[in-house]
């Protein structure tokens, strides 16, 4: 049974047309992190909440925002998506920050820019 | 610049043929772990190294992380077209208040 789901799998968004990407988890996990992952490349941390505090990487984008109403939930928003953020996108969930806590992927969001 | 070097960055091989991936740093990492990433998925963890010297085996692969926790390695012997795939090392060092650093990744591809 998938533990970290990602909704949906493939998104297609226009330019400049604000976009939602929506991670769910049932493992009860405190901490949920969301990367991005462009071709054949390593994937990038943009931000990550531990329980209900935000923590955002310096390097990432005001473009790029988090929500996470709940436990079970973590949604990335794409205020004005340009063609260079066309990349796959995943979320993962971690017991706990640090090496104690094992980190457990999604399958991904595939976003498409036109 | 990249905390985790890993090599090589593209590798193409024959079927049955022997391979090393590295994963190199000049931090100490607190662990490390290797995962496998298949086109359109997440990665999937395979390992994670704690003890520096450390050696594990998962069938096929061999992993290893340096004695002073800089560097590991995944060694996989009689490569099968099924290993194909992304591995990225992975890995927390003391300085990034325990998020996950990725390695650029290693994508390999065994042909039969």
């Known amino acids: 049974d998938a533990m970290v789901i990602q909704n949906p799998r493939y998104q297609v968004t226009q330019f400049g047309k604000p976009v939602t990407l929506s991670c769910s988890q049932t493992?009860?996990?405190?901490?949920m992190y969301w990367y991005q992952q462009k071709s054949s490349q390593a994937p990038k941390l943009l931000f990550h909440?531990?329980?209900?505090?935000?923590?955002n990487e310096a390097d990432t984008p005001d473009n790029f925002q988090s929500r996470r109403p709940n436990t079970s939930f973590c949604f990335l928003d794409i205020r004005s998506p340009g063609l260079g953020d066309a990349a796959m996108y995943l979320c993962?969930?971690?017991?706990?920050?640090?090496?104690?806590?094992?980190?457990?992927f999604g399958s991904g969001t595939r976003l498409t820019v036109v | 610049t990249q905390l985790l070097e890993q090599s090589p960055q593209f590798l193409s091989i024959q079927e049955g043929e022997n391979l090393t991936v590295y994963c190199n740093s000049s931090?100490?990492?607190?662990?490390l772990q290797w995962y496998r990433q298949e086109p359109g998925e997440g990665p999937v963890l395979l390992v994670t190294?704690?003890?520096?010297?450390e050696v594990k085996k998962l069938k096929r692969l061999t992993f290893q992380f340096g004695d002073a926790r800089k560097d590991s390695s995944l060694h996989i012997t009689a490569a099968q077209p099924g290993d194909t795939g992304l591995y990225l090392c992975?890995?927390?060092?003391?300085?990034?208040?325990?998020?996950?650093?990725f390695g650029q990744g290693t994508t390999l591809q065994v042909k039969p």
């Open positions: 992975a890995g927390f060092y003391s300085g990034n208040t325990g998020k996950l650093i």
């Open positions: 493992l009860n996990h405190n901490v």
């Open positions: 909440y531990y329980d209900k505090d935000f923590n």
């Open positions: 931090s100490v990492f607190s662990s």
């Open positions: 190294v704690v003890t520096g010297g």
């Open positions: 993962a969930t971690s017991s706990r920050l640090g090496d104690s806590g094992r980190y457990t």
